[in-house]
């Protein structure tokens, strides 16, 4: 709540209180000023002038600030088919940052940010993707209970101009709804290169609202979105008055419009067509994927590499260390030196939080992150990822799944987290709980991996690979069995395959800088912490007590030393943090490698465990535990049996 007096120019409100005597509350009821009233400020140079009804009163500034309001907000809802560019707009619009590609379903949940029209504000919610208000899957239910609510004041229905036709059934939906709306033809300029023509004068008189052509990437055309808001904020953008009408009749009216707004011009085939093409294809399309997937893991491999070798390891040893330790030098409390500095001068045996829990994270995993999703960010935006789960589908189904269940693996190699989410798509439980088991088992999330190769590449690369592979075949053979025991089907394959489109490199570096901030903000604390809360412990004894009564599992099944226990215990906050607190404990290369698939397999972070239950449900997520844990004590066992 506010008042008259600090509200902005431009901005609507609803009176709620008069705090003033019983005089002036009557005079201002008499200009109409009352609880109730809607009022919007015009000016506050000298008097604070509002409008309400037809007329507009002046107050006192003194007056004004006895005068409570609640400001109004203009909500405007970006409704679209997924892979239509409604996140890079939101984006663009707001500044906020938002994670987006080159194929459905990246939008699971609706995101609010603000827009700056004139002097004005409006919300803006980025709603989930979806190809009509039937929903299927439980995105699409996010996104028709929001027209179901009559939430919006305006709908911006982003439009893919590259595909009309198909795009027209939920713009015919959405003018039903009765709620003032605009038209943006998202990718004007792949339409245009594709030889496709659209008349935009003639198809916004067809659907009696503004159309507006836009290059979100580019920012092409969003001063007119913004234009448009402020128009509709003043009333000057009219609902439609369209009525409901049949599916049938649907497609019929967006036929006749294809035809008198939509000229295609025939033009050759593009590299990237005959490339669209060629990577479908049973042979070629696993020739490509090979030649993907090598390059992905030699690129990471290099950059991250390269990275700390040149840049990260030479500023940790002769810029920050004798800083650092400098620094804690000035103070006279030994206890302290040991929980900062640890009891080495070595960065990976001191086990201090400035030394060790600041190494870890930054010098040997934050490369591997940034290389990892660099090279994501340009398979995303490329469009790769779809047809990587069109080839992957006939062994999907092998497992229970159908092929776009690869997309939330591949999300899922990232953080465990937005993979979690992208199961959404999944249509039915069964294929959820499938999903669900395959994505915490299959591959450990990208700050594990980088730590896993830290930790074990000192022994050799194929004790890494060993130790990947080991993971892969436990989550095949997982969901191989749970297939058979489940009843129900693997339904069969529903997806758009994007055309294939060069990155934007602004896009491509924005989306790179909020996943790497968000692994330094958020991971990169917790490390620090997880050393600092050992010492701790070791100091206070507490340690000891726990690693006595963990031995029979730690020292006698896993053949692990004792001092592991703690790590073991922190890996349920972080699974990366465990991993990195494994390498001050000079494991053998049979603990490396036992530590690392039981620690990968046992539990999910607390953060993944968290979203499952909220997405699964409590007793999906706790079934999906449990056998996690069983694979990874059985495992543990093995390997140290075996080897």
Same mark, same amino acid.
Not at 433 to 452: I, N, Y
Not at 520 to 542: F, Q, Y
């Given at each position: 709540?506010?008042?008259?007096?600090?509200?902005?120019?431009?901005?609507?409100?609803?009176?709620?209180?008069?705090?003033?005597?019983?005089?002036?509350?009557?005079?201002?009821?008499?200009?109409?000023?009352?609880?109730?009233?809607?009022?919007?400020?015009?000016?506050? &140079?000298?008097?604070?002038?509002?409008?309400?009804?037809?007329?507009?009163?002046?107050?006192?500034?003194?007056?004004?600030?006895?005068?409570?309001?609640?400001?109004?907000?203009?909500?405007?809802?970006?409704?679209?088919?997924?892979?239509? $560019?409604?996140?890079?707009?939101?984006?663009?619009?707001?500044?906020?940052?938002?994670?987006?590609? +080159?194929?459905?379903?990246?939008?699971?949940?609706?995101?609010?940010?603000?827009?700056?029209?004139?002097?004005?504000?409006?919300?803006?919610?980025?709603?989930?993707?979806?190809?009509?208000?039937?929903?299927?899957?439980?995105?699409?239910?996010?996104?028709?209970?929001?027209?179901?609510?009559?939430?919006?004041?305006?709908?911006? &229905?982003?439009?893919?101009?590259? &595909?009309?036709?198909? +795009?027209?059934?939920?713009?015919?939906?959405?003018?039903e709804q009765g709620i003032p709306m605009v038209v943006v033809l998202n990718k004007w300029d792949l339409a245009r290169r594709k030889g496709i023509e659209i008349d935009t004068g003639e198809l916004s008189k067809r659907l009696k609202v503004p159309v507006i052509p836009v290059v979100a990437v580019t920012g092409q055309g969003l001063k007119d979105i913004v234009r448009s808001v402020e128009r509709a904020m003043d009333g000057q953008i009219a609902p439609p008055a369209m009525k409901p009408i049949d599916h049938k009749e649907r497609w019929h009216i967006i036929g006749h419009i294809s035809q008198e707004v939509q000229?295609?011009?025939?033009?050759?085939?593009?590299?990237?067509?005959?490339?669209?093409?060629?990577?479908?294809?049973?042979?070629?399309?696993?020739?490509?994927?090979?030649?993907?997937?090598?390059?992905?893991?030699?690129?990471?491999?290099?950059?991250?590499?390269?990275?700390?070798?040149?840049?990260?390891?030479?500023?940790?040893?002769?810029?920050?260390?004798?800083?650092?330790?400098?620094?804690?030098?000035?103070?006279?409390?030994?206890?302290?030196?040991?929980?900062?500095?640890?009891?080495?001068?070595?960065?990976m045996e001191s086990f201090g939080a400035l030394t060790t829990g600041v190494y870890i994270p930054i010098a040997l995993v934050l490369p591997y992150i940034f290389a990892f999703y660099l090279v994501l960010g340009v398979l995303e935006d490329v469009g790769y990822l779809p047809r990587l789960a069109v080839l992957l589908d006939r062994f999907m189904h092998r497992l229970g799944l159908h092929g776009y269940a690869a997309i939330p693996l591949v999300l899922g190699c990232g953080c465990k987290v937005p993979g979690v989410l992208a199961l959404r798509v999944l249509e039915s439980p069964r294929e959820r709980f499938l999903?669900?088991?395959?994505?915490?088992?299959?591959?450990?999330?990208?700050?594990? !991996?980088? @730590?896993?190769?830290?930790?074990?590449?000192?022994?050799?690369?194929?004790?890494?690979? @060993?130790?990947?592979?080991?993971?892969?075949?436990?989550?095949?053979?997982?969901?191989?069995?749970?297939?058979?025991?489940?009843?129900?089907?693997?339904?069969?394959?529903?997806?758009?395959?994007?055309?294939?489109?060069?990155?934007?490199? $602004?896009?491509?570096?924005?989306?790179?800088?909020?996943?790497?901030?968000?692994?330094?903000?958020?991971?990169?604390?917790?490390?620090?912490?997880?050393?600092?809360?050992?010492?701790?412990?070791?100091?206070?004894?507490?340690?000891?007590?726990?690693?006595?009564?963990?031995?029979?599992?730690?020292?006698?099944?896993?053949?692990?030393?004792?001092?592991?226990?703690?790590?073991?215990?922190? $890996?349920?906050?972080?699974?990366?943090?465990?991993?990195?607190?494994?390498?001050?404990?000079?494991?053998?290369?049979?603990?490396?490698?036992?530590? !690392?698939?039981?620690?990968?397999?046992?539990?999910?972070?607390?953060?993944?465990?968290?979203?499952?239950?909220?997405?699964?449900?409590?007793?999906?997520?706790?079934?999906?535990?449990?056998?996690?844990?069983?694979?990874?004590?059985?495992?543990?066992?093995?390997?140290?049996?075996?080897?």
């Amino acid at each position: 709540m506010t008042t008259l007096a600090t509200l902005r120019n431009g901005e609507e409100a609803e009176v709620k209180r008069i705090e003033a005597g019983h005089g002036l509350e009557h005079r201002l009821e008499r200009l109409g000023l009352r609880p109730g009233v809607s009022v919007r400020k015009v000016s506050d &140079n000298g008097p604070v002038v509002v409008a309400l009804g037809g007329c507009q009163v002046a107050l006192g500034r003194g007056m004004a600030a006895r005068v409570l309001v609640v400001p109004r907000i203009f909500r405007v809802l970006l409704f679209g088919n997924p892979n239509v $560019g409604k996140s890079v707009v939101f984006s663009r619009l707001t500044g906020l940052g938002v994670i987006t590609a +080159n194929y459905g379903g990246t939008t699971v949940e609706y995101t609010k940010g603000t827009v700056q029209a004139g002097e004005r504000r409006a919300e803006l919610v980025d709603v989930p993707g979806t190809y009509s208000l039937e929903a299927t899957c439980k995105a699409e239910e996010v996104a028709r209970d929001f027209c179901r609510r009559r939430e919006a004041d305006l709908i911006v &229905n982003v439009v893919d101009s590259t &595909n009309l036709e198909r +795009n027209l059934y939920l713009t015919l939906e959405l003018l039903e709804q009765g709620i003032p709306m605009v038209v943006v033809l998202n990718k004007w300029d792949l339409a245009r290169r594709k030889g496709i023509e659209i008349d935009t004068g003639e198809l916004s008189k067809r659907l009696k609202v503004p159309v507006i052509p836009v290059v979100a990437v580019t920012g092409q055309g969003l001063k007119d979105i913004v234009r448009s808001v402020e128009r509709a904020m003043d009333g000057q953008i009219a609902p439609p008055a369209m009525k409901p009408i049949d599916h049938k009749e649907r497609w019929h009216i967006i036929g006749h419009i294809s035809q008198e707004v939509q000229r295609i011009v025939h033009k050759h085939p593009s590299l990237l067509e005959r490339l669209e093409d060629a990577s479908l294809r049973p042979l070629s399309g696993f020739m490509m994927a090979a030649a993907v997937l090598a390059f992905t893991f030699g690129a990471v491999r290099l950059l991250g590499e390269g990275l700390i070798n040149h840049l990260f390891d030479p500023f940790f040893q002769h810029v920050y260390g004798p800083a650092v330790r400098w620094l804690v030098g000035l103070v006279p409390w030994t206890p302290l030196h040991h929980l900062l500095l640890g009891r080495s001068p070595e960065f990976m045996e001191s086990f201090g939080a400035l030394t060790t829990g600041v190494y870890i994270p930054i010098a040997l995993v934050l490369p591997y992150i940034f290389a990892f999703y660099l090279v994501l960010g340009v398979l995303e935006d490329v469009g790769y990822l779809p047809r990587l789960a069109v080839l992957l589908d006939r062994f999907m189904h092998r497992l229970g799944l159908h092929g776009y269940a690869a997309i939330p693996l591949v999300l899922g190699c990232g953080c465990k987290v937005p993979g979690v989410l992208a199961l959404r798509v999944l249509e039915s439980p069964r294929e959820r709980f499938l999903g669900l088991a395959l994505l915490l088992m299959a591959a450990p999330c990208l700050p594990q !991996s980088a @730590m896993m190769v830290s930790l074990l590449a000192p022994f050799g690369f194929h004790y890494v690979l @060993m130790a990947f592979g080991i993971l892969a075949l436990v989550a095949v053979v997982n969901s191989v069995v749970l297939n058979r025991m489940l009843r129900g089907e693997a339904p069969e394959i529903v997806m758009e395959i994007p055309s294939y489109q060069l990155p934007h490199p $602004g896009t491509l570096l924005r989306k790179l800088w909020f996943r790497v901030r968000s692994f330094i903000m958020e991971a990169s604390p917790l490390i620090v912490l997880g050393v600092l809360a050992v010492n701790i412990l070791d100091m206070a004894g507490a340690l000891a007590v726990l690693e006595g009564l963990a031995r029979p599992l730690v020292a006698g099944v896993l053949g692990l030393p004792a001092e592991s226990v703690a790590v073991i215990l922190f $890996g349920f906050l972080r699974k990366d943090i465990s991993i990195a607190l494994l390498f001050p404990l000079h494991l053998t290369v049979k603990q490396a490698v036992t530590a !690392s698939l039981f620690l990968v397999l046992y539990l999910p972070c607390l953060a993944t465990f968290f979203v499952a239950l909220r997405e699964a449900g409590w007793r999906t997520a706790l079934r999906v535990v449990a056998i996690s844990f069983a694979w990874a004590t059985l495992v543990g066992w093995l390997v140290k049996t075996v080897w």
